[in-house]
């Protein structure tokens, strides 16, 4: 029976991987229709409300001490996204979610408190160095703002972390996305308010949030309840294949041979960094 749950939960992982970037294939598609920046305002507005639908939460009782955590999760969340999405116009999704790996394990290198974690970061960086076959087609300002996104996703770990453990349930993470929404929605309006008004943009953007956020996080939610952190932070670093397969099916995005040794450089770095580390953080990314 224990079997079975462990097996379910792996599944469950996997639907919320799949659903994630397949959402992150919607807003490359959406790109013809209107800016990344929009995209994230309509995946971050759908996702809050539908969140703060289903928790309810009760914002009076909630201390200063929990806003502020609260408040933090929603600016990175939101760098998080911004960034992701502007790398995403640039370049190809399995290159994106690769770089962009980097900053979670990173950060579980450094928890592992270990020397020999720093060997997987060195596998990792030779893997990335080889998606471009010496970078010459890789975008560098794309570059630049994956490896933000990767920064932005070590911080959410910890300020996620921080409001799990502050905020009962996940009416915090429903409030951070809030705040998400709060944020970008004025820097949208301005770039690009007809798209607001648009039937299938807003249908797009609908998609985008179920697909990248909804699902993902309640996936991922039933499966942490059945499976330890270290095993599902194994799960969550074959992140950057689903995307290429993902990126090769729905978006027609090639890879050369190098660049998909790259990939699998860094999964495996991934996985021996989060294995080095023990039990971590999750380097979950249900609203990235």
Same mark, same amino acid.
């Given at each position: 029976?224990?079997?079975? $749950?462990?097996?379910?939960?792996?599944?469950?992982?996997?639907?919320?991987?799949?659903?994630q970037e397949v959402g992150a294939s919607f807003g490359v598609?959406?790109? $013809?229709?209107?800016?990344? %920046?929009?995209? %994230?305002?309509?995946?971050?507005?759908?996702?809050? *409300?539908?969140?703060?639908?289903? +928790?309810?939460?009760?914002?009076?009782?909630? /201390?200063?001490?929990?806003?502020?955590?609260?408040?933090?999760? $929603?600016?990175?969340? /939101? /760098?998080?996204?911004?960034?992701? &999405?502007?790398?995403?116009?640039?370049?190809?999704?399995?290159?994106?979610?690769?770089?962009?790996?980097?900053?979670?394990?990173?950060?579980? @290198?450094?928890?592992?408190?270990?020397?020999?974690?720093?060997?997987?970061?060195?596998?990792?960086?030779?893997?990335?160095?080889?998606?471009?076959?010496?970078?010459?087609?890789?975008?560098?300002?794309?570059?630049?703002?994956?490896?933000?996104?990767?920064?932005?996703?070590?911080? &959410?770990?910890?300020?996620?972390? !921080? %409001?799990? !453990?502050?905020?009962? $349930?996940?009416?915090?993470?429903?409030?951070?996305?809030?705040?998400?929404?709060?944020?970008?929605?004025?820097?949208?309006?301005?770039?690009?308010?007809?798209?607001?008004?648009?039937?299938?943009?807003?249908?797009?953007?609908? #998609?985008?949030?179920?697909?990248?956020? %909804?699902?993902? &996080?309640?996936?991922?939610?039933?499966?942490?309840?059945?499976?330890?952190?270290? +095993?599902?932070?194994?799960?969550?670093?074959? #992140?950057?294949? +689903?995307?290429?397969?993902?990126?090769?099916?729905?978006? =027609?995005?090639?890879? +050369?041979?190098?660049?998909?040794?790259?990939? *699998?450089?860094?999964?495996?770095?991934?996985?021996?960094? @989060?294995?080095?580390? =023990?039990?971590?953080?999750?380097?979950?990314?249900?609203?990235?």
């Open positions: 029976m224990q079997r079975d $749950g462990r097996a379910s939960a792996v599944a469950l992982v996997g639907l919320g991987l799949l659903c598609l959406m790109f $013809g229709l209107t800016n990344p %920046v929009a995209v %994230v305002a309509f995946r971050l507005v759908f996702a809050a *409300v539908i969140l703060v639908i289903v +928790t309810r939460p009760r914002v009076r009782s909630f /201390t200063g001490r929990q806003w502020r955590g609260i408040v933090l999760l $929603g600016v990175v969340l /939101t /760098t998080m996204n911004v960034a992701f &999405y502007l790398a995403l116009e640039r370049l190809a999704l399995g290159v994106t979610v690769t770089i962009e790996v980097l900053g979670p394990l990173v950060l579980a @290198v450094v928890m592992a408190k270990k020397k020999s974690a720093w060997l997987w970061a060195g596998l990792a960086f030779v893997g990335v160095a080889a998606l471009g076959g010496g970078w010459d087609r890789l975008d560098p300002l794309g570059v630049l703002f994956a490896l933000i996104a990767g920064a932005s996703w070590a911080g &959410y770990i910890l300020a996620a972390a !921080r %409001v799990g !453990r502050e905020v009962a $349930g996940v009416s915090g993470l429903a409030l951070a996305m809030t705040v998400g929404a709060v944020i970008v929605m004025p820097a949208a309006l301005v770039i690009d308010a007809p798209a607001f008004i648009n039937p299938t943009i807003i249908l797009l953007g609908l #998609g985008v949030a179920v697909l990248s956020s %909804v699902i993902p &996080y309640t996936a991922e939610l039933f499966a942490l309840r059945k499976i330890t952190e270290s +095993t599902f932070s194994v799960l969550m670093s074959l #992140g950057p294949a +689903t995307a290429s397969i993902v990126g090769w099916l729905v978006l =027609g995005q090639h890879l +050369t041979m190098l660049e998909i040794a790259g990939i *699998v450089l860094v999964v495996a770095a991934s996985m021996g960094a @989060v294995l080095a580390a =023990g039990r971590t953080a999750p380097p979950a990314e249900p609203v990235a």
